[in-house]
């Protein structure tokens, strides 16, 4: 059975408004609305997406190069550090600090750039809780039996897709549990297109009319109904069941069920425009000079931090200045880079 977001809903055909007052129960009504604001917010959330597109790639025109050299400078870092510890020349406290360095690192790639650190996270990471650092990073280790499948995004780019990866590693069981029950609703929903294609089978089945004209349309709208049916296409059987006349009951109850379902649909677009414009990966469209001022901004930012960065990496050439700089560190009350 597909699912409502499946290309079955784009086949709906979308009422043509008109003066004259619309008719139906209000379970038809209510259904019928729905239907045209979830195809409303589905434009919308196209265009948006599309708008997102460009601005995205007028961003790492400019901003990719000097984000680049900020990651290869961070990766650096991680030889030096794992090096250390395989030395008998830092206290345990230290080690500590260069635990603290390469986790920071690690999170900072995955975080900010959407570097998979995975690997690194959980090599370092420690097996119990923890508390958080100064960065106010907490742990992010799942099982990997518990995480959900991740399917990625073609449309964004591979550090981007990265990045949503990682976050999806990182989703809390509560909201996989979440999820699960509403796939379950999901389903359980489509499985009564059987039932309305029945329930609109006793209605426009062309045997039981003996008017010749009516019969005519009732075989045409059959075709329609069955058609429907044998492609999975649950939401054109709900329209059709929506536009058949005077509704009994058990009509009604199944489009307020699914006029519920589509509410839920809708909130669910809503916050994906959100995401989109507001979300660790969204970008502000536009071309306007404050954004140019900011993206020039941000560019010397990252021009600064690259060149920090390997100051740092230069500075843990050997074993005395790595100490000096966790001392450092320390007395700046920090413990990433």
């Known amino acids: 059975m597909k699912n409502p977001d499946s290309t079955h809903l784009n086949r709906i055909t979308v009422p043509v408004r008109t003066d004259e007052q619309p008719t139906g129960t209000p379970a038809q009504l209510a259904f019928r609305q729905a239907i045209l604001d979830v195809e409303n917010l589905r434009e919308r959330l196209r265009d948006l997406r599309t708008e997102q597109a460009e601005a995205r790639r007028r961003y790492w025109q400019q901003v990719g190069p000097a984000a680049t050299a900020v990651v290869e400078a961070r990766h650096a870092l991680y030889a030096p550090l794992e090096e250390a510890l395989l030395l008998s020349y830092f206290s345990r406290l230290e080690e500590q600090q260069i635990t603290h360095l390469i986790l920071g690192n690690a999170r900072t790639l995955e975080d900010r750039f959407g570097e998979d650190e995975a690997a690194i996270i959980r090599k370092y990471a420690p097996s119990g809780p923890r508390t958080a650092p100064a960065s106010n990073m907490t742990e992010r280790k799942i099982p990997k039996d518990s995480a959900p499948e991740f399917i990625p995004d073609p449309t964004l780019l591979p550090h981007e897709q990265a990045a949503a990866a990682a976050r999806a590693r990182r989703k809390t069981k509560a909201q996989r549990q979440q999820e699960a029950a509403e796939q379950a609703d999901q389903k359980q929903l489509e499985s009564n297109a059987k039932t309305i294609y029945r329930q609109l089978a006793r209605v426009h089945h062309p045997d039981l009319e003996r008017d010749p004209a009516k019969q005519a349309d009732k075989t045409a709208q059959m075709q329609r109904i069955v058609e429907a049916y044998e492609a999975d296409d649950l939401y054109t059987l709900l329209q059709l069941l929506a536009e058949t006349g005077p509704a009994d009951a058990e009509t009604d109850d199944v489009l307020a069920r699914?006029?519920?379902?589509?509410?839920?649909?809708?909130?669910?677009?809503?916050?994906?425009?959100?995401?989109?414009?507001?979300?660790?990966?969204?970008?502000?469209?536009?071309?306007?000079?404050?954004?140019?001022?900011?993206?020039?901004?941000?560019?010397?930012?990252?021009?600064?931090?690259?060149?920090?960065?390997?100051?740092?990496?230069?500075?843990?050439?050997?074993?005395?200045?790595?100490?000096?700089?966790?001392?450092?560190?320390?007395?700046?009350?920090?413990e990433s880079i």
């Open 258 to 334: 699914y006029t519920r379902a589509l509410l839920q649909q809708q909130t669910q677009l809503k916050q994906e425009m959100n995401e989109l414009k507001y979300g660790p990966n969204g970008f502000i469209t536009g071309a306007g000079k404050k954004q140019e001022l900011e993206l020039r901004q941000l560019k010397r930012d990252l021009r600064a931090e690259a060149e920090y960065v390997q100051h740092i990496g230069r500075t843990m050439a050997g074993p005395d200045g790595l100490r000096d700089l966790l001392r450092q560190l320390a007395a700046e009350g920090m």
